[in-house]
Antibody, heavy 116, light 108 residues
């Protein structure tokens, strides 16, 4: 059974940092581009960042460039998102998803709330 | 950035009826780089269609996708009770990949 399990979300003050993790199982993680997608409360989905199978290519939406860093550890079947200089508008459920263009597998998401 | 517009915002139908959902792009997404997802409250999205018309693994054949360029359609031929949900389209022809705002299919 394919599983993607996110963790690391929580309440953080504006300007703070968080590191999200996503543990993958049930498929060959190293064969897939991986992606972070977020969904603000009551809003639509927004692509945040993705990373190539070998981690040599990484892409970000403009609004998070310079603040967020995507990474992966294929030996641990894990995906990460280091978030810094967090803003209120970063408040969202963050999903990890398998795929670089369209997303075949999704986790259940982890909620990040940026508030003082 | 390609902006996706979906219509209608809400579609109120009964089980057994046909649902036709539209997704329009502000510019061509090229070679049909368009996907459709289903999302239920509190759940992650589920991939239904990719490449504008290819069903994802395990998706029933009552779901079909069509279109190219800037105009795309998701059709559910006969609504089942489990199909009442939000449906959103996503283009992956041009970075940044973008999603539409969604169409809610609810019970009439």
């Amino acid at each position: 059974e394919v599983q993607l399990v996110e963790s690391g979300g929580g309440l953080v003050q504006p300007g703070g940092s968080l590191r999200l993790s996503c543990a993958a199982s049930g498929f060959t993680f190293s064969n897939y581009w991986m992606t972070w997608v977020r969904q603000a409360p009551g809003k639509g989905l927004e692509w945040v960042a993705n990373i190539k199978r070998d981690a040599y290519e990484k892409y970000y939406v403009d609004s998070v460039k310079g603040r967020f860093t995507i990474s992966r550890d294929n030996a641990k079947n894990s995906l990460y998102l280091q978030m810094s200089s967090l803003r209120a508008e970063d408040t969202a459920v963050y999903y990890c998803a398998a795929g670089g263009q369209y997303y075949v597998y999704w986790g259940q998401g982890t909620l990040v709330t940026v508030s003082s | 950035e390609i902006v996706l517009t979906q219509s209608p915002g809400t579609l109120s139908l009964s089980p057994g009826e046909r649902a036709t959902l539209s997704c329009r792009a502000s510019q061509s997404v090229g070679s049909s780089y368009l996907a459709w997802y289903q999302q239920k409250p509190g759940q992650a999205p589920r991939l239904l269609i990719y490449g504008a018309s290819s069903r994802a693994t395990g998706i029933p054949d009552r779901f079909s996708g069509s279109g190219s360029g800037t105009d795309f359609t998701l059709t559910i031929s006969r609504l089942e009770p489990e199909d009442f949900a939000v449906y959103c389209c996503q283009q992956y022809g041009s970075s940044p990949f973008t999603f539409g705002p969604g169409t809610k299919v609810d019970l009439k």
